[in-house]
């Protein structure tokens, strides 16, 4: 047991020493198998572009996006990482559609991602939060049945404000088509 513990801290050395050894990430200097999920070393995330030239071919390169990692930078995430949590390095971009998938969201929240892959929990966190929704709530719902209220909440965008307590009377206006100009 403890030569097991031994290996992985040895392990977990290697990787943090390779994210270290490579240098300065700049995203536009990696290629489609390693852009995705990469943070620069300025901590801005990498994001793989598809191009279509005129002729139809297509082609991939890696950009910088506007979006900053928390806490992040340098670092280009690992294949165990990608597959523990259910993602492919080939996407063009990610969605919080993703999200109302069980088995995604399966896969987001199990341990093998969740407590190993920081930088893609930090990034389906931020996403999650611009919808309104808290991943850590969700990945404990996501074991018992009070998910359908927080997928509830992810369709809608977030929590609906109550109406109003009296009744409220319109007064409709009829619709009339502006007038043309004439030339």
Known sequence: MACFKTLAVLAFALVLCAQVTRGE?????LDQDTCSYAISSTGKRCVLE???KRSGEESYTC?????????LR???????????????RKSLGISSDSLLESRFTQQLCSPQCYDSCPNI???YFNLAAGEGVFLPKLCEAQEGNARRGLMADI???????????????YTIAPVVAPALAPF
């Not at 990430?25 to 200097?29: L, N, Y």
């Not at 670092?75 to 949590?85: L, R």
């Open 50 to 52: 598809k191009h279509v």
């Open 25 to 29: 990430i700049r995203c536009e200097h």
């Open 63 to 71: 950009g910088t996006s506007e979006i900053e990692a928390d806490r």
């Open 121 to 123: 929990i930090d990034l």
């Open 74 to 88: 340098n670092w280009i995430e690992t294949d165990q990482c990608i597959k523990a949590c259910g993602l492919d």
């Open 155 to 169: 369709r809608s965008s977030g929590l609906v404000a109550p109406g109003p307590i009296q009744p409220v009377k």
